[in-house]
């Protein structure tokens, strides 16, 4: 379900087209079009989307249309296998936290950066060039000595376009700019786990509670160096400072049966 709402804010906030939203997430075009659709048939916008839990969001978008009894929920294992390749949850992590996305270039592919294999052609003719002669001691020269050159080359008028870099920056690219989270982006590791009988579950070989209704249910862990936090259907259900203790426990008090 997480990327359900991962499709309708690069759509609806950030304005991807389907290909490029399809590439980022592994998932098809025709997903892509289908979850646009049922929040358009919802009503929805970003606005009313982005503080909806997910859970929630999956009741808004696939309960607010008339369906046979035939209609068919989506393929949750195939979205949890493409979660599973390498890199893909820890990036859509990432662009989650800093309210982006990621889309890559295909490998051998350079058709798909011409944009930036041309920059960096420019860079290295109007700056790097002008360089190669001189000598220097620290990084901090080298920085002084490209500031000036970066601010004529981003000045400098456009041949078919009117405007420079630097107007385009002024008039796009700033106004969208947003500030940083407070708290910076940590890296973490994910597993999909089962719930034990005793109502804990198993992450690097130590025992987290979580609530005793959610016995035999498959979760997902996200630890970072300092914390762990079990996920079930995208929404946190414990949170549990990580343990280098090994085959022990972390309770939580609440999470046992009454």
Do not use: C
């Not at 087209?17 to 098809?28: K, N, V």
């Amino acid at each position: 379900m997480r990327q359900i709402k991962d499709v309708l804010r690069l759509k609806l906030e950030l304005r991807h087209s389907h290909q490029h939203i399809a590439s980022a997430l592994g998932i098809s075009k025709g997903v892509v079009a289908k979850y646009i659709k049922l929040a358009s048939d919802a009503g929805l916008y970003w606005p009313q989307i982005q503080p909806l839990s997910e859970t929630d969001l999956h009741h808004r978008l696939f309960g607010s249309v008339k369906r046979s009894s035939g209609f068919l929920a989506p393929d949750y294992a195939r979205i949890h296998q493409e979660l599973r390749r390498k890199g893909m949850t820890l990036m859509l992590d990432f662009a989650n936290h800093y309210g982006t996305t990621v889309l890559p270039a295909r490998p051998r592919r350079p058709q798909d950066k011409a944009k930036a294999e041309s920059a960096v052609q420019v860079v290295e003719r109007w700056i790097l060039m002008r360089l190669r002669h001189h000598k220097f001691d620290t990084v901090d020269e080298v920085n002084e000595a490209i500031v000036p050159l970066l601010e004529r080359l981003n000045a400098k008028a456009f041949q078919k376009l009117p405007g420079s870099r630097a107007s385009v920056f002024a008039e796009i690219d700033a106004p969208a700019l947003r500030p940083l989270p407070t708290q910076a982006w940590e890296m973490a590791t994910y597993k999909t786990v089962k719930v034990h009988i005793d109502s804990h579950v198993e992450f690097d070989e130590h025992y987290y509670s979580v609530p005793h209704a959610l016995i035999s249910q498959t979760l997902e862990v996200r630890a970072t160096q300092k914390a762990v936090e079990i996920l079930y259907r995208g929404e946190r259900v414990a949170t549990h400072a990580r343990s280098t203790h090994k085959r022990k426990y972390t309770k939580h008090l609440p999470h046992s049966p009454v």
